[in-house]
Each structure stands twice: as structure tokens, then as C-alpha cells.
């Protein structure tokens, strides 16, 4: 039989199948097999810490607390302030620093700043320092901005800005809206 134009003889071809699939098969084995035992193992080493990404912390029983920021109007009302909409900051590093603001880790640090300094040694000490020392400062700052936004005679200007602290004590069916405290701020 001869073979027509365009096309290649049987066994030629299907020696060029059986290479193409001998390099699939290979390609497939070099790229499953470290992800499977990245998966498997739980490896934290580059390429292969994405899988684990979205693994959390592992501990989904336990409580966390959160908090919530809200104003009162001069009209009144009272409105939710997602701080991300008053800086230009990442939400997670906002939370950071209520934080550590609520903790005074600003006066924990190695050099503080010397009015922090001495405040705590004013009070007798950073131990003695009452829980949010600069937390106040904080919240006037974030209503300023606010105002800053609206003019004097905006009914939607801030009097009074106010940050909540909610405990969530876990699980599924787990109380997630109870009032712990709370911080208060005149503007």
C-alpha cells in the first residue's frame, strides 16, 4: 500500500503517540506527586505553602473577640464606621492596631515614645497603666477624619464615636454577639 501525501506511515505514528503520551504521563507524575505530598504532609516550604493557605489556625472551637465601631450623630442616630472607609489601611492591620491599643503595647515596646514613658511611670509603672490608655486618642482621631469629611452643618457629623468589644465563643451554633466593653470618645 502506499502511503498518500500529508500523511505519515502506521508505525511512525504511533511511535510519536506513544512518546507524546510517555511525556504527558511524566509531566503529570512531576507535577501531582509533590502537590499530593504537600497535601498529604502539610508542607510549609515554597511552591507548595499556598495549599495551606486557607487551613486557618486548626483551632475552630475556641472564642475570639471582635469589635465593632460606631458613631452617634448630632442627629442622633447611630451608624457603623468600618475603620477601612475612614484610612486608607488594610482591615486586618486596623484590628491589629485596636489591638494593641487596647493592650498598650505602645508602651511595651523598647524605646516608647517619652510622653509614653512617662505616663507610665506617672501611674507607677506599665503594669499599673489601666487597660487602653491611648485607646480614646485613637477613637478621636478616627471621628475627626470622619468629620473632616461632611461640612459643619452635616446632621451626619460625628458627636460621640464609640468602639464595642463582641466575644464569639465558637463553634457553629456558638453565642457570637456577647457584649464584652466598650470605649467612648466625645469629638
Known amino acids: ?26 509531566l503529570t507524575v512531576a507535577l501531582f506527586v509533590p502537590l499530593l505530598f504537600a497535601f498529604v504532609f502539610l508542607r510549609n516550604v515554597y511552591p507548595f505553602a499556598a495549599s495551606t493557605m486557607m487551613l486557618g489556625d486548626g483551632d475552630r472551637q475556641s472564642g475570639r473577640e471582635y469589635y465593632v465601631l460606631r458613631g452617634e450623630t448630632v442627629s442622633g442616630d447611630t451608624i457603623d464606621l468600618p475603620p477601612i472607609t475612614l484610612t486608607n489601611a488594610l482591615t486586618g492591620r486596623t484590628w491589629s492596631l485596636v489591638n494593641a491599643a487596647i493592650e498598650n503595647k505602645s508602651f511595651k515596646i523598647p524605646a516608647p515614645h517619652p510622653a509614653n514613658g512617662a505616663m507610665a511611670s506617672t501611674l507607677g509603672g506599665v503594669d499599673k497603666l489601666p487597660k487602653g490608655e491611648r485607646l480614646e486618642e485613637l477613637l478621636r482621631v478616627w471621628g475627626t477624619i470622619y468629620n473632616s469629611r461632611l461640612p459643619d452643618t452635616s446632621n451626619r457629623r460625628l458627636k460621640i464615636i464609640r468602639l464595642d468589644v463582641f466575644r464569639w465563643e465558637g463553634g457553629i451554633n456558638g453565642d457570637y454577639h456577647r457584649f464584652v466593653e466598650s470605649w467612648r470618645a466625645a469629638l
Not at 9 to 21: F, I, V, Y
Open 1 to 26: 500500500m502506499k502511503p498518500t501525501p500529508g500523511r505519515k506511515p502506521l508505525d511512525e505514528t504511533g511511535t510519536r503517540d506513544s512518546r507524546a503520551s510517555l511525556r504527558y504521563a511524566v
